[in-house]
């Protein structure tokens, strides 16, 4: 179900000026996003927006929490221990999307070493 969030965040992204990427354009598996875990606020705008399923939000793991410092830790407990992950990061198009819907501009498009 679409929420009137949803919808708002969407145009959002698509209209910003600074969205990175080949706009949907690029053949899957040559851009991957990486999400900086000290950034993330799991606010779900990045599984909003992506077209291809390539994010989820769900518990952080284990070892990427204590990978973390004192004040993203703090940070992820806030939060609800939760964190944004992209899976499906083989999927990616690179219509750069989550770059601009990311509040907490957590989320970078990099080549992948694949592509």
Sequence with gaps: MTTDRDLKVKRRAAAHPDRPGERCAAPKGIWVPI????????????????????????????????????????????????MAYAPGADQCAACGLCVVACPQRAITLQRSDAG
């Excluded at 705008?45 to 990427?64: A, Q």
């Design 35 to 82: 999400i900086n875990q000290r950034r993330c606020e799991a606010k779900t705008d990045c599984v909003i927006v992506c077209p291809n399923d390539v994010f989820e939000v769900r518990r952080i793991d284990p070892e990427d929490f204590q990978a973390l410092g004192p004040f993203a830790r703090l940070r992820v407990r806030m939060h609800g221990g939760r």
